[in-house]
């Protein structure tokens, strides 16, 4: 292991430094190692080592949100003939 090292700065958000912070104190450790830790692994294995997606919705969700700004938008009118079928309708 090589006892020469380099400064580096890099620039974050205050909160999501805070949040990263509070997370590897209570894994035990500080933001450079955490920092070292994700530069070894991504040296090792030649890439990031997690996936790195879009956060997209699943179908189900973008049919929700598409029901909700209908009805919002005065499109579709979603109407219940009873407590008993809302109740049903809001479980399913």
Known sequence: MST???NLSIR???NLKEQAETLFSELGMN???A???FVRQSVRQGKIPFEISLNRPNA???DALREIRDMRSGKILKQSS???DFV???GD
């Open 4 to 6: 020469d090292t380099v």
């Open 82 to 84: 009873s407590v008993a």
């Open 88 to 90: 049903r309708e809001m």
């Open 35 to 37: 920092l070292n830790i």
């Open 60 to 62: 189900e969700t973008v």
């Open 12 to 14: 974050m958000e205050r």
């Open 31 to 33: 933001m450079t190692t």
